[in-house]
């Protein structure tokens, strides 16, 4: 896809199927993100300064993303850092992260977080309570996994809306000490399998190694360790 208009700014009140063109123009050629900025979220500077990498010719190094961001000043509540010490509320006076046209969007309703499209009809959306500084992480891997049968669960609360949606699936979950090179190699596990592994396939970034298997919600199959082989001897045909 050409660079030119895969950067956009927006504001106004959009609906919830704002972005519903755009997704199916790009369907299986590309991920489409939907950025909101916080005014009063300190750290929203992290997705800001995603959006200067992007601007400074960074977009071109991912040929496959299309991405809008704009600008939101509802009050968010109880920020805290990587350590859980309360930071600063900025004042939504304040012009730093841009000019004071707002975005507002029914699918980010608590006024920041992202949404993730890898087709029309299947986002995943993260909201109030998600760690920014892993935000571009989630971006660069939703972007290698795009065009597999695997799926980025962007925290522990999408895990949480996967298990309470009655899902079927496997999670395979992957804590910050886990090596990348581990994880691309359960990957090419996985991708090994093509179109006949008909399960979907979820990689979380959570606090171990583990894969599991859930049947409407319910774990079926738990296994230690990432052996994708292993644990498919254990699924059910």
């Known amino acids: 896809m ?38 009063t979220c300190a750290e929203c500077d992290k ?5 200067k990498k992007l601007e400074s ?28 010490r309360p930071i600063p509320a900025k004042k939504s006076s304040e012009k730093a992260l841009g000019d004071s046209n707002i975005f507002n969007w029914p699918l980010l309703p608590d006024g920041h977080g992202y949404a993730i499209y890898t087709s029309p009809t299947d986002v995943t959306t993260c909201t109030d309570d998600f760690n920014h500084a892993e935000f571009e992480t989630i971006i660069i891997d939703t972007l290698r996994r795009f065009n597999s049968s695997i799926r980025t669960l962007p925290n522990m609360g999408a895990r949480k809306k ?37 399960i979907p396939i979820y990689f979380l970034k959570g606090l171990g ?27 059910p045909a």
């Not at 997705?47 to 959006?51: A, E, M, P, Y």
């Not at 599991?212 to 360790?225: D, E, Q, R, S």
Request: with cysteine; proline share 3%.
């Open 2 to 39: 050409p660079t030119k208009n895969r950067l956009n700014k927006v504001n106004g009140n959009l609906n919830e199927k704002a972005f519903l063109k755009v997704t199916k123009q790009i369907e299986g050629r590309g991920v489409v993100v939907v950025a909101m900025v916080n005014r």
């Open 47 to 51: 997705i800001q300064l995603f959006v």
């Open 57 to 84: 010719g960074w977009l071109k190094k991912l040929p496959n993303l299309v991405f809008f961001y704009g600008y939101n000043e509802t009050t968010v509540d109880k920020q805290v850092d990587d350590n859980g």
């Open 162 to 198: 996967f298990i309470d949606g009655g899902g079927t699936g496997i999670v395979v979950e992957t804590s910050g000490n886990t090596k990348p090179s581990k994880i691309h190699d359960c990957e090419n596990q996985i991708k090994a399998y093509g179109e006949k592994l008909r």
């Open 209 to 235: 190694e583990n894969m599991t298997y859930y049947i409407n919600g319910k774990p079926m199959v738990k296994l230690a360790g990432l052996n994708f082989d292993k644990l498919l001897k254990k699924v």
